[in-house]
């Protein structure tokens, strides 16, 4: 059992903090936010993730993890430090690191003992250098520390399955004192665990955001080449993916990558190699593909709609991806803001996101379920593939349509069972 501080108590933080007080650890998770914090305390979840609420519940109950926002109450009680606070994008792609810089200096003040500090915000590569030295300016009694770089791969939706059951752990190290505390600390998941340096550990994770993007930019490239020639872009990736060199997994053609994650490390990434005089094309066409797509289904609209003023569009799925009522860099901002410079019409559905997309998205009008929706529009749009969506009554959506139309950003269905059914249906690469 270990004495855990997270500070950053936000979709990583949270999950990293419940995670290690399942496992046995006493935690105590720090943010700036007065209102998340007492939230917490009162055991509201500010985030929609399955399975935390239950799990955030029981460790208050048995006395693994509480909420504070004092640093310096987390760091004394603590040995393990976690900063997971927010590394935003500014306007040239570069890493906003005013958090991180922040929290570093907090901690060095508050240090009373022995402290591993560790990188969990995603961060460019030589950060744990400058968190090192910003300690060691603010620590005038030189209480020892060390630095240690551990990116977290996580996936919004399924973020306490990732954390648990990853398919491998980094740890970027230089100290052995620091490399055995993180080492025992992962053991109990019994997964790979890749022992490196700090700068292998901080390059590893933007390396990985990045291809798993161009993976999914690379489908969409191919799923436009479909179109042009009349085949099914599930089939082609399908065929592609049982090389096991390639993998079925990131091969779904749709709308576009978004969320809080790809979007911007891969700016970061295009930031970070130029300032280091290399010029990274290969994922400056990654991001003009991605945001490529979203265009394409405004054209889809218009190609069934014609002019789209006086038309009315219904958005089913709002967050970023299933299973997170997350809106940050959702497909669904763009593709509304374009459909209503055209004229259309608005209405929304998403079984999660509606209160979070309410402070981005005006003028829509957001409806109770997909049927509610459906009514009067026409022409439907799947923004995510929320399963919900899956098990739609398509009969009633017909009936509910003004015209049955439905473009799937998401190829949830079938093109030719829609066709049967009497829709006009265009999904992305078939
Ligand atoms: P988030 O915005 O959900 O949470 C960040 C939290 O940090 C917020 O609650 C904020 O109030 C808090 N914070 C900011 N400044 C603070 C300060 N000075 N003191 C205390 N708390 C402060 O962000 P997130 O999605 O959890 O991402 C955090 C980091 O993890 C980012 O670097 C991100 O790239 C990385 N990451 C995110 C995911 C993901 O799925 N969201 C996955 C892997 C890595
Ligand atoms: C992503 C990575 O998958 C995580 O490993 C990483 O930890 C995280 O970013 C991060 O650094 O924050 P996340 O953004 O939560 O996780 O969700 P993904 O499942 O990766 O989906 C990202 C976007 O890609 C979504 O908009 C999704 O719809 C889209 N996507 C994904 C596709 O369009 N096609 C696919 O085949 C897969």
């Known amino acids: 059992m270990r004495n855990i501080c997270i500070i950053g108590t936000g979709h990583v933080g949270l999950i990293t903090g419940v995670c290690l007080a399942s496992l046995g650890n006493k935690v105590i998770c720090v943010d700036s936010d007065k209102e998340k914090i007492e939230k917490l305390k009162r055991e509201v979840i500010p985030i929609y993730e399955p399975n935390l609420e239950e799990m955030v519940r029981e460790n208050i109950r048995e006395d693994r993890i509480s909420f504070t926002t004092s640093i310096p109450t987390g760091v004394r009680e603590s040995e393990i430090i976690f900063i997971s606070v927010s590394t935003p994008s500014k306007p040239n792609g570069e890493t906003d690191l005013r958090y991180v810089e922040a929290v570093s200096t907090e901690i060095a003040r508050s240090m009373d003992s022995y402290k591993v500090i560790v990188e969990k915000s995603t961060v460019p590569v030589k950060t744990g250098e400058r968190i090192k030295k910003t300690i060691e300016i603010n620590n005038p009694r030189n209480i020892e520390f060390d630095i240690v ?9 399924e ?21 055995d505390i993180m080492l025992e600390l992962y053991r109990p998941l019994n997964v790979p665990i890749i022992v490196t340096d700090i700068k292998s550990a901080e390059l590893i994770k933007h390396a990985s955001n990045s291809f798993l993007a161009l993976k999914i930019s690379y489908i969409n490239a191919v799923s436009q080449i479909c179109e ?26 749709g709308v576009g990558y978004g969320g809080s994650c790809f979007p911007k490390d891969l700016s970061a990434f295009i930031k970070i190699s130029h300032d280091l005089g290399y010029d990274f094309e290969l994922l400056k066409a990654v991001q003009r593909i991605n ?60 079984p999660k996101a ?71 249906y265009k999904g992305i690469g078939r």
Not at 149 to 157: A, I, K, M, V
């Open 149 to 157: 770089s551990n990116p977290e791969f996580l996936r919004e939706g």
């Open 159 to 179: 973020a306490i399955h990732d954390f648990m059951h990853p398919d491998r752990i980094v740890i970027g190290v230089e100290q052995e004192r620091a490399k």
């Open 228 to 253: 042009k020639v009349g085949t099914d872009i599930k089939e082609v990736a399908k065929g592609m993916g049982l090389d096991k060199r390639i993998g079925h997994d990131f091969l779904e053609a």
């Open 291 to 350: 945001a490529m797509q979203r265009k394409k289904v405004v054209e889809k609209v218009k190609e069934l709609l014609w002019i789209l003023s006086g038309k009315t569009i219904g958005i089913l799925g709002l967050s970023f991806k299933p299973n997170t009522d997350d809106m940050r860099e959702a497909p669904s901002v763009t593709i509304i803001n374009s459909l209503q410079k055209e004229g259309g019409r608005i209405k929304a559905y998403d």
């Open 354 to 424: 509606i209160h979070e997309a309410k402070k981005i998205i005006k003028d829509v009008e957001f409806s109770h379920n997909p049927y509610d929706l459906a009514k009067g529009c026409d022409c439907l749009v799947i923004l995510t593939e929320w399963d919900e969506f899956k098990r739609l009554d398509l009969k009633r959506i017909k009936d509910l349509l003004n015209q049955p139309n439905i473009i799937d950003g998401r190829n949830i269905f079938e093109p030719k069972e829609m066709k049967k059914l009497g829709f006009n």
